[in-house]
DNA sequence: TGACATTAGTCGCATTTGGTGACTTATTCG
DNA sequence: CGAATAAGTCACCAAATGCGACTAATGTCA
């Protein structure tokens, strides 16, 4: 990717101790995520890329915050915007800032091209050096993604409108990291009325073509099951 | 509860902007949980109690923030100090700041008394009005308590070291608004290595005595089980 | 054209997990 | 002693899940 410039993004004009909203825009590519960074001039420090942020403004709820600063690097509005936590614990940010907001967003898949020569999309075990709390937001956004995946519908919003269930189901494999068993994905998906279908159906090449669904929840019983202690450390 | 005096504590030394660190200190009382509030002077406004918070101090993290404001509050430190989430809504909050960050801590039952006269025990469906933006925090932290439940040793740490198997089965019915099956619960509990039994046995009046147990989490497999789409909106 | 590769979509069974009522055990109370 | 009470267990049945094997619809290539 030639001839990058640099963000002049509101980097300098606010003060030092103001809190920021750092934003965690991922998207599929391939078989694996990718998080969108932007080049920064790097003046004495050797790190060249960050998550885009900026310091928080008075006038301006932080969840608009977030959203307009994905809007500003992305082009587009993302599909979804959600809180991941708050850092502040000491370690670095490029504001010098000691409180930082981690917002996560999500793009789907295909669509967006990378914008300006500021901005690139990296695959999440590629990422080149960032600032220490800039590392543990994004390292936070991955890990909320994926525990959000049955709470929240992560998953469809990583993807178009409308999708093929061959496609939902290796978004699935992709944040969950493992195959899934076909036949069983799907029970349990219809079982969930999350989907109905279109009329429509996608050739893509070789093999029987794909019917395209779309996301539709349907109210269902709220599942009066027991205990889970499945993940409690 | 008479004779209450108000809480001097870092209420006015500190820039109006400065981001606030808010603690929902929990702990189950009859069979309800109850949240650690203080008494305010009450100004001009009518709120006269307020969550336990401090403005952010440049040399401190968020999370020693939390448990310094939650140990102060209550004379001893709480089992867990754990992060819920940002709040930087428009809505209001006694320091007039536009950001907060709302802590959860857990105490364990029967342990604490209400410290001073400033500081008392309200049943979470009985709390006097809050500022918004604490309210909302408030509702955040139940929220966070509930849905955690099967990843964090959340009802673990609103226990004493040691405890029944009933007494633990009573705090997930309270965090879940519902009543479990005794076999069930104990059958899932076991399968999960979560506790293991002490050699000494309580008496409770009537009723065969129960055997204590402490919470010791051993290694187990990770489940490799399917997805689930049970909360997806 | 017809065999084959490829991808979508389904079926049915074996196994596991979970809900539940009824049971046994150990204690206090009268 | 027997009734009451609470702890702890068992066994059965129903529901959920894992999984191999199947059918279906398309493109490719000899």
């Known amino acids: 990717m030639p001839n990058r410039t640099s963000v002049p993004a509101g980097r300098t004009s606010t003060r ?12 599929p590519q391939g078989r694996r995520l990718s998080v969108l960074l932007q080049r920064v001039e790097g003046g004495k420090s050797k790190e060249r890329w960050a998550l885009p942020w ?22 587009s509005a ?6 991941v936590a708050a850092y502040g614990d000491g370690r670095r940010h490029p504001s010098g800032s000691p409180l930082s907001v981690a917002f996560l967003a999500l793009v789907a898949a295909g669509a967006p091209a990378p914008v300006g020569g500021a901005t ?7 990422v080149p050096p960032l600032a220490p709390r800039q590392k543990a937001m994004l390292d936070g956004a991955l890990h909320a993604v994926r525990t959000r ?18 496609e939902l189901q290796e978004i699935y494999e992709i944040l969950l990291g493992r195959r899934l068993h076909k036949a069983s994905f799907r029970r349990a998906l219809h079982a969930a009325w999350l989907v109905e279908p279109t009329d429509e159906w996608r050739s ?22 027991g205990v889970r202690f499945e993940g409690i450390e």
Do not use: C, M
């Open 149 to 166: 995946l049955e709470h929240s519908p992560v998953a469809f919003r990583l993807l178009p409108t409308t999708f093929t269930l061959s």
């Open 120 to 126: 690139a999309w990296f695959a999440i075990d590629d």
């Open 78 to 83: 993302p599909n979804l915007v959600e809180q």
């Open 204 to 225: 893509e090449g070789r093999g029987r073509p794909a019917q395209l669904f779309r996301y539709a929840p349907r109210k269902r019983r709220s599942s009066r099951r």
């Open 16 to 27: 030092r101790t103001a809190p920021t909203v750092d934003v965690v825009l991922l998207t």
């Open 54 to 75: 900026e310091a928080l403004r008075g006038d301006e709820t932080i969840e608009d915050t977030a959203a307009r600063i994905a809007r500003d690097a992305l082009g």
